[in-house]
């Protein structure tokens, strides 16, 4: 599996390498934990004007956390990948009928009581809620619970979130609209707008976690999750911060949002198919398919993780050849993946 985006000329990519062996995807997919620690490293590669401190800055992913159509546990999201199962299904959160793209990655259900208080669960914005159940998935399985309080330890001034979303409280934000052309102002939700900022959902984190280093959203459409996690993972490398917790959430499927992306004629039509409409690189593509959920990574220097006996994860590097295209040929894609194994 290979993830990419570009920032300033930087081509951020993580690996998965498959077992060499057969066997069916469940078999090979029978603990991710373990398959990433023991295939995937992080090269943070250092700047030429540091070459001497490339091996103590090299930063490194230390667990993961993410809410899914695919599933929220990442046994079951990696095994459904593996699978070649399909998170795309028609909407059922709302009456699409109306509409002309009646699908969507929805997230179907999910159970946040176990990571938030009922009475928050039932008032924040679904985006909100998809970043702090994630985000306390990768903290536990980083070894950093937070209910059974083993990130005591932690230096919490000098751990940060960086979690961005691309839309933010959407929903938050709309039910105050129609509240406030039905309803008036004085029905309006007083929360709508702290609820409607891309930032909130990892400012919420924060408090609950008692994280105070650097804290702030990004928001850069489709390479929002990108921008984070090398903005996050510079923090560390410079020392700004021991641990960042980095990644992006979105909940944009309700009717503005789906019908927003159908005005501007983003969206794919294949109603009857929905399974198989995307399909970006076909000659009869016909739009993008809307998602939903959250992904989370904390990152810490690998030194560090060594030192205390943590396992490393997936990474990235670049191969500094434009801000936008990346390098025609195999050469650099050879060389990335050189340095990431």
């Known amino acids: 599996m290979l993830l990419q985006g570009m920032h300033k000329g930087c081509l951020l990519q993580t690996r998965r390498v ?12 029978s603990s991710i934990r373990a398959s990433f620690s023991s295939r995937i490293v992080l090269r943070a ?11 103590p800055r090299r930063v490194v992913v230390t667990g993961m956390g993410v809410v899914s159509p695919l599933g929220h546990e990442l046994d079951e999201f990696y095994n459904n ?8 299904s028609l909407i059922e959160n709302f009456d699409a009928g109306d509409l002309s793209t009646r699908f969507a990655g929805e997230i179907k259900e999910l159970d946040a009581s176990p990571y938030i208080i009922k009475k928050l669960e039932k008032r924040v914005d679904a985006c909100i809620k998809y970043i702090m159940v994630s985000g ?12 059974q309080d083993t990130i005591k330890d932690l230096d919490k001034a000098r751990c940060g979130i960086l979690i961005g979303s691309a839309m933010g409280g959407m929903t938050s934000f709309s039910n105050a609209v129609e509240a406030l052309f039905t309803a008036g102002y004085r029905k309006m ?6 609820f409607a900022i891309n930032n909130m959902g990892g400012a919420m984190l924060a408090m609950d976690v008692g994280f105070m280093g650097p804290n702030y959203s990004i928001s850069t459409a489709c390479a929002t999750g990108n921008y984070c996690i090398h903005t996050a993972a510079e923090h560390v490398r410079r ?15 309700i009717p503005s949002g789906m019908a ?9 039509k294949r109603n009857e198919d929905p399974t198989r409409a995307s ?48 390098l025609h040929g195999f050469l650099r894609l050879f060389a990335a993946f050189g340095a990431l194994l």
């Not at 590669?45 to 091996?55: D, K, L, P, R």
């Not at 939700?189 to 702290?194: G, Q, R, T, W």
């Open 260 to 268: 927003g992306f159908i005005a501007c004629k983003a969206l794919s």
């Open 45 to 55: 590669v250092a700047s030429q004007h540091a070459q001497g401190e490339e091996q």
């Open 279 to 326: 399909r970006p690189w076909d000659v009869d593509r016909d739009g993008f398919v809307m998602g939903e959920g959250a992904g989370k990574w904390p990152m810490r220097l690998r030194l560090a993780c060594v030192h205390i006996g943590l396992p490393v994860l997936p990474g990235h590097t670049w191969d500094s050849h434009h801000t936008k295209l990346c």
């Open 136 to 147: 306390k998935k990768a903290l536990q399985d980083a070894g950093l619970d937070p209910e």
């Open 18 to 29: 498959l077992p060499s062996q057969g066997g069916a995807p469940s078999a090979a997919a």
């Open 81 to 88: 990948l593996l699978a070649g199962k399909s998170g795309i």
């Open 189 to 194: 939700n007083p929360f709508c707008i702290p």
């Open 239 to 253: 020392g700004d911060a021991d641990l960042m917790l980095a990644g992006a959430a979105d909940a944009a499927i």
